[in-house]
């Protein structure tokens, strides 16, 4: 016999079918960044990252020698030393360490080979130690087309508050900064500030915000406060 089609419920399956497939590549996608959001909720900063994977040159530790005294200190183990021409980015609280990739081009498919292999130095910024303002950008989440390491690599960057620290290191140099200010911003507001004056020899971190949205900007602005060698 005849069974005319339930057009309504036909339409609620696909609906239900098309929700849960979205949920699913979501997860597939932004896991690893909710992972991060939630294993640092649970245990907060000082618990020890998993170790970040880097290209190039495995950096190892080493007792410095310091002239002046000539007596060797064992640098701090949670701040790696980079070799020369490297530069690294780290950020304890979030448990970041990164190679700074600068593109080899003003390019965006540039910009956007330089985060599979790291953070990006956005083109036209100033080097640590050059004054003015230096932009370094990063992942929070997985693109589908991504196929770097460092997807979540500013997954946590959102956690970071006024008077927090991070650290640039460029050969035998470690340049520390101090968080001045965070802001929540839409990109047009972010290229509008971007574009004003910077305060001393600053670097602004950013990423996209929420995790899996690019509706918003974390922007982090830190000023130096500190140049040493290591």
């Given at each position: 016999m005849y069974q005319p089609?339930?057009?309504k419920k036909e339409l609620l399956f696909f609906i239900g079918l098309f929700i849960a497939l979205s949920l699913v590549l979501f997860w597939i996608l932004n896991g690893g960044a909710y992972f991060n959001r939630l294993t640092y909720a649970i245990f907060g900063p000082e618990v020890p990252a998993d170790p970040i994977p880097a290209e190039g040159s495995i950096i190892e530790l080493a007792p410095v020698e310091h002239p002046a005294t000539n007596t060797p200190e064992r640098t701090n183990p949670a701040i790696p030393i980079p070799n020369a021409g490297e530069r690294t980015l780290v950020i304890p609280k979030i448990h970041v360490t990164a190679p700074i990739i600068a593109p080899l081009k003003d390019t965006m498919p540039e910009i956007l080979a330089t985060l599979e292999k790291g953070v990006?130095?956005?083109?036209?910024?100033?080097?640590?130690?050059?004054?003015?303002?230096?932009?370094?950008l990063g992942?929070?989440?997985?693109?589908?087309?991504?196929?770097?390491n460092y997807a979540y690599i500013f997954s946590l960057l959102s956690k970071l508050e006024v008077g927090d620290e991070f650290y640039i290191m460029e050969g035998r140099?470690?340049?520390?900064y101090r968080v001045f200010e965070k802001k929540f911003l839409t990109p047009s507001d972010t290229n509008a500030l971007l574009a004003g004056q910077s305060r001393g020899s600053e670097i602004d971190l950013i990423t996209c915000y929420p995790v899996g949205s690019a509706s918003k900007r974390t922007l982090i602005r830190g000023e130096v406060i500190r140049t040493e060698p290591i």
């Open positions: 089609i339930n057009i990006g130095l956005y083109p036209g910024s100033n080097l640590p130690g050059q004054g003015g303002r230096g932009v370094i992942h929070s989440s997985r693109a589908s087309w991504y196929r770097g140099t470690r340049y520390t």
